[in-house]
């Protein structure tokens, strides 16, 4: 599939072909099915809302996690400079909203895979982009976990605009610090 970033996990043969790709009509159907668990909606919602969600904002680009053909996750880029932590971080970057494994899929490390290849396609697609930037509640570790595994450090300022309470700031660098940037340091 073109547009496609592959994150290569040579400890797994399960996980060789984890990608991720812009949301396509064709893959719009299998998205609107993914599921989670109960307790993990009310930090990510459900998915048709979030892709429906994100097709009405311009700032905002759907994303598909792919375990070979397989639609097994989605995420949505937002492109807003206050997105993320309500305020500018200092540098170019890029907000990670709504991130999903379908519940059937977790626990197989394709988490962790796709943060990676979503990095990877970030860095080749978006080059001015340094950062990228999330949300994690403070109840949600096993998330909390997974992207510290990806490579993002946790800034240790806590977010307070979420529906369902605290939130970790969570950045993983893209690109290099800029010289004057005091913000996000590499970690």
Do not use: W
């Amino acid at each position: 599939m073109p547009g496609m970033t592959v994150a290569t996990d040579v400890s797994s043969p399960a996980l060789a072909r984890v990608s991720v790709c812009v949301v396509s009509p064709m893959l719009a159907p299998a998205l609107r099915a993914l599921q989670v668990a109960p307790e993990q909606l009310q930090y990510v919602g459900q998915t048709a809302y979030n892709l429906e969600q994100t097709r009405l904002d311009r700032n905002s680009e759907a994303m598909a996690v792919l375990a070979g053909e397989r639609v097994v996750g989605f995420y949505r880029l937002d492109f807003s400079v206050t997105a993320i932590a309500g305020r500018p971080l200092g540098e170019p970057s890029v907000g990670l909203r709504a991130y999903v494994i379908d519940q059937r899929e977790q626990g197989r490390g394709y988490g962790t895979a796709a943060m990676r290849a979503c990095a990877d396609d970030l860095r080749r697609r978006y080059p001015e982009r340094r950062l990228l930037a999330l949300t994690v509640n403070v109840r949600n570790r096993a998330a909390y976990g997974v992207y510290l595994k990806a490579g993002f450090f946790d800034t240790g300022e806590l977010y307070h605009g979420g529906s369902a309470g605290p939130q970790h700031l969570m950045l993983l660098r893209l690109a290099p610090a800029a010289p004057s940037s005091p913000t996000a340091p590499t970690p």
